[in-house]
């Protein structure tokens, strides 16, 4: 079976680092909205003392700051990254286990003739991006955003988080877990498998990820989309560049397009879902 015959990428294969602090599976908004929602006389801390009052204050201030400084994932919302407690980290609160749970689905509007499966990233799930496609939907397309399954992450001290496969280091040389990129492969092989006896043609699938999520494929004829934000702290740029020209040797160099967002970090932008889309739309057009 031939594979899909196009990819989009958001960001870079290379993942984020999530070893720092984050706001966790509560978003970073609600994490500022508790911040700034310091409880009033009635409240429970509104009766303790002065100490008190301090001491939440210091904690409140403390999340704020957390929350600042969280990446943000699909259309500008925050990454949902795990947390750590008491010493431990707190579990994907998903359903996620190691056999990850059915794909977020964006239906298409009505019979379906193509469909885009879209992997996350490192710690997210499939739920968020299943959000911001549903907002540049096409009627025709199926959306699929699967899960990765929760798994030890060895450049997170091997706490345990959703991932495509085992993350060892960020440099160049940095090895790599080979069998789990394989393994990522195959499970991603079944969604298409599963969509063609469904009746959408291998031809009409595109396949995109985020970050850790892009696992492409060796057909020279696909046509591929890469985007990355020029001040993302987490993937450098040159990262980018560097993936874009390798991807050139690997299919017809003119088939691959790498576009930059100024001021985006490791995130998207309304206007990078717009030129995925258009990419999505050309390659997909309608056919009945």
């Not at 259309?75 to 977020?104: D, E, F, H, Q, V």
Request: proline share 8%; net charge positive.
């Amino acid at each position: 079976m031939r594979g899909p015959r196009s990819a989009v990428s958001s960001g870079s294969p290379r993942p984020q680092p999530t070893g720092r602090r984050s706001a966790g599976h509560c978003d970073a908004r609600g994490a500022a909205r508790r911040a700034a929602g310091a409880r009033g006389a009635g409240g429970r801390r509104g009766r303790r003392g002065a100490g008190g009052r301090a001491r939440a204050g210091a904690r409140a201030r403390g999340r704020a700051r957390l929350a600042a400084r969280t990446p943000l994932g699909p259309a500008g919302r925050p990454l949902r990254l795990p947390l750590p407690t008491r010493g431990r980290w707190s579990r994907c609160m998903c359903g996620n286990n190691m056999s990850a749970p059915l794909p977020a689905i964006v239906p298409a509007a009505r019979k379906a003739t193509a469909a885009v499966i879209f992997l996350h990233g490192l710690g997210d799930t499939g739920h968020g991006w299943a959000e911001a496609f549903a907002g540049i939907r096409s009627a025709h397309i199926k959306y699929i955003c699967p899960h990765a399954p929760v798994m030890p992450v060895t450049l997170n001290m091997n706490m345990a988080m959703p991932s495509w496969f085992d993350i060892i280091g960020l440099s160049p040389d940095s090895l790599e877990d080979e069998t789990g990129i394989k393994q990522a492969a195959e499970n991603v092989k079944a969604l298409i498998d599963q969509e063609v006896k469904n009746g959408i043609p291998s031809n009409r699938i595109i396949l995109g990820g985020f970050s850790q999520g892009p696992i492409g494929g060796v057909n020279r004829d696909i046509s591929i989309l890469q985007c990355h934000g020029d001040l993302d702290p987490l993937v450098p740029l040159m990262f980018g560049s560097l993936t874009a020209e390798k991807l050139k040797t690997l299919v017809n160099p003119a088939n691959v397009t790498f576009r930059t967002y100024a001021g985006m970090m490791h995130s998207s932008c309304q206007q990078e879902m717009m030129d995925i889309k258009q990419f999505i739309d050309k390659l997909l057009p309608p056919i009945d």
